[in-house]
C-alpha cells in the first residue's frame, strides 16, 4: 500500500503519513457500503435520527481536536478552524431532523390514490476538495445519510486528517459498519473508481472545473446521479449610495477568507466609478490590517496557501510589473505564505480577472452605472457567489435578480449558510446543497397507485 506524507503549510514539516486506498480498497469499501444500505435505509426514522444526533454529540465533543488537526493540516487559522468543526456537529444536527420529516405526497386520480415515496439512491461517493474539507464533507455526508443513503467520501490527498478522524467518531456514535466510511487516496484511483463502479448511484463532487467536467462525462456513462460545485469567480459590487466604510472594511474577508482558497471568494471588486477613490481610499488600511500569520494564535486572520505547487500558480496571476495598488504583508521564514493583494486599474482580458486565482489577489474596476455593473457581474462563465452594496432597496433587488449566480448577499459578505441552498449557475455547478431540501439530492421520488375500486 502506498502513502502520503502531510505536510503543515505554516511550517513545511511533515505532520504524518497516511495510506492510501487502491482501487481493490475502494472495490470492497464500496461491497460494504452497498451491503450496509439494506438495512440502513429500513433502520426505523427515529432511530437513524438518534445516531444523527449522537454522531453530532461526538464531533461537539471533538471539535477542539479536530479544530487542532485542521490547523496543522491546511493552515487554517484556528478561529476559522474551531467554526469549521461547529458547522460539522451544526450541519448534523439539522439533517438529524430530516429522516422523520422525509415525507411523501398523496395525489388524486381516478380509480383510486396515488402515494409517493422519497427513496434514498444508494450509495453516495463524496469527493471533497482540500480549501475547506470538514464543512464540504458535512454539506454531503449528513443530508445523504439522514436520506437513507450509505457514503463513501474521499478526502483530497492534500487534507485527508480531519475527514479520518470524523469517520472514527462515526463509528464511535454508534453507525452501523459500512454506512458511513473514509477513503484517502488519490483522486485519478479513489475518486475515480467511485464514479465508475456501478455500485455507487450517486456522486457529489466539489472541486475545478476540469476535474468537474470530467466526473460529469463519468457519471454519464451509468447515468449517475450528480451534484457538481465548481469554481467561481464573484462579483462584489458597490454601488456610490452604499455605505463605503462598511463596503470597503468588510471587502477583504469576502475574498480573503481562506487565503482566497474559496469556491464563493468575491475576487472580482466593482465598484461606482463616482466612490471609486474613495472606495480604493478606505480598503487600503483594511487590506493591510488582516493578521497573517501563525494559524495557532487566536489572533490570526489569513494563514498560508495549502502547497507550494498552489502558492507558485497563485503567484503566476501577479507577475512582475503587474498593477499592485497595495498589499498586506506575510511572515518571514518557512511556510507558503502569499500576502493579501490588490490589483488596480486591470485589464479585461487579464487572466486575473477572467480567471479563478484560489488565492488571496483581488481586483477592483470601475462601472458607470446599474447596467454595467450587472454586464460586468455576468461576464464570466461562472455565477456562484457574489455581494452588492446599496442604500435602495429596489436597486438591491434589481441587480440581485439580474445577476446570473446561486448564491447573493446585500449589505453583507456572508456567503454559506446550511439553512440555505448552496450552489451555482453556469459552469458553477450542477444541482443544490444544504438547506431545507437537500434531502432531494439523495433521494429518488417513487409513485404506488392504489386501486381502490
Ligand atoms: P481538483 O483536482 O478538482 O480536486 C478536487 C477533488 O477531486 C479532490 O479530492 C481530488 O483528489 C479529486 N479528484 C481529482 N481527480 C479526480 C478524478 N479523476 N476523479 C475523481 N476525483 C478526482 O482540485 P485541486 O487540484 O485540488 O484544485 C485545483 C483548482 O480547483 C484550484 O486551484 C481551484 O481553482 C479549484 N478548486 C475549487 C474548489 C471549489 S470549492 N470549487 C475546491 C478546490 C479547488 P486528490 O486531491 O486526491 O487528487
Not at 467511485?194 to 451509468?222: N, W, Y
Not at 487566536?298 to 498589499?327: C, E, W
Not at 483581488?362 to 457567489?385: M, W
Request: with cysteine.
Amino acid at each position: 500500500m502506498t502513502s502520503y506524507t502531510v505536510l503543515n503549510p505554516a511550517t513545511e514539516q511533515p505532520v504524518t503519513t497516511v495510506p492510501q486506498a487502491s482501487a481493490e480498497v475502494t472495490d470492497a469499501a464500496i461491497a460494504r457500503a452497498t451491503a450496509a444500505q439494506r438495512a440502513w435505509r429500513a433502520n426505523p426514522p427515529g432511530e437513524r435520527a438518534a445516531l444523527l444526533r449522537a454522531f453530532a454529540a461526538q464531533v461537539d465533543a471533538h471539535a477542539e481536536e479536530l479544530a487542532a488537526l485542521e490547523v496543522a493540516n491546511s493552515g487554517h487559522p484556528i478561529s476559522a478552524a474551531r467554526w469549521e468543526a461547529g458547522q460539522v456537529r451544526d450541519v448534523l444536527t439539522y439533517y438529524s431532523a430530516a429522516p422523520e420529516r422525509l415525507t411523501g405526497r398523496q395525489i388524486p386520480v381516478p380509480g383510486g390514490l396515488d402515494v409517493t415515496f422519497k427513496e434514498p439512491v444508494g450509495v453516495v461517493g463524496l469527493i471533497v476538495p482540500w480549501n475547506f474539507p470538514m464543512p464540504i464533507l458535512s454539506w454531503g455526508m449528513a443530508p445523504a445519510l439522514a436520506a437513507g443513503c450509505t457514503v463513501i467520501a474521499k478526502p483530497a490527498e492534500l487534507t485527508p486528517l480531519t475527514a479520518l478522524r470524523i469517520g472514527e467518531l462515526a463509528s464511535q456514535a454508534g453507525l452501523p459498519d459500512g454506512v458511513f466510511q473514509v477513503l484517502a487516496g488519490k483522486g485519478s484511483v479513489v475518486g475515480q473508481r467511485l464514479v465508475d463502479h456501478p455500485d455507487v448511484r450517486k456522486i457529489v463532487f466539489t472541486g475545478s472545473t476540469e476535474v468537474g467536467q470530467q466526473i460529469m462525462a463519468g457519471c454519464a456513462r451509468h447515468v449517475k446521479r450528480l451534484t457538481l460545485e465548481l469554481g467561481g469567480k464573484s462579483a462584489n459590487i458597490v454601488f456610490a449610495d452604499a455605505d463605503i466604510e462598511k463596503a470597503a472594511a468588510t471587502a477583504p474577508y469576502a475574498v480573503f477568507d481562506n487565503a482566497g482558497q474559496d469556491c464563493c471568494a468575491r475576487s472580482r471588486i466593482l465598484v461606482q466609478r463616482s466612490a471609486f477613490d474613495r472606495f480604493m481610499e478606505l480598503l487600503e488600511p483594511a487590506v493591510k490590517g488582516v493578521q497573517v500569520g501563525d494559524p495557532r494564535s487566536g489572533r490570526t486572520q489569513m494563514g498560508p496557501l495549502i502547497s507550494a505547487s498552489h502558492r507558485d500558480n497563485v503567484a503566476k496571476y501577479v507577475p512582475d510589473g503587474a498593477p499592485v495598488a497595495f498589499r498586506g504583508n506575510t511572515p518571514a521564514g518557512p511556510g507558503y505564505w502569499f500576502p493579501p493583494t490588490v490589483l488596480a486599474p486591470v485589464s479585461m482580458a487579464a487572466p486575473v480577472y477572467t480567471e479563478e486565482v484560489f488565492g488571496p489577489v483581488v481586483t477592483v474596476t470601475p462601472f458607470d452605472d446599474e447596467a454595467d455593473a450587472i454586464a460586468l457581474a455576468n461576464d464570466t462563465p461562472y455565477g456562484l457567489s457574489g455581494s452588492l452594496w446599496t442604500r435602495d432597496v429596489g436597486r438591491a433587488i434589481r441587480v440581485a435578480r439580474a445577476v446570473e449566480t446561486g448564491n447573493l448577499s446585500v449589505n453583507s459578505h456572508s456567503s454559506v449558510r446550511y439553512w440555505t441552498p448552496f450552489g451555482g449557475f453556469k459552469q458553477s455547478g450542477l444541482g443544490r446543497e444544504l438547506g431545507p431540501d437537500a434531502l432531494d439530492a439523495f433521494t429518488e421520488v417513487k409513485n404506488v397507485f392504489i386501486a381502490t375500486d
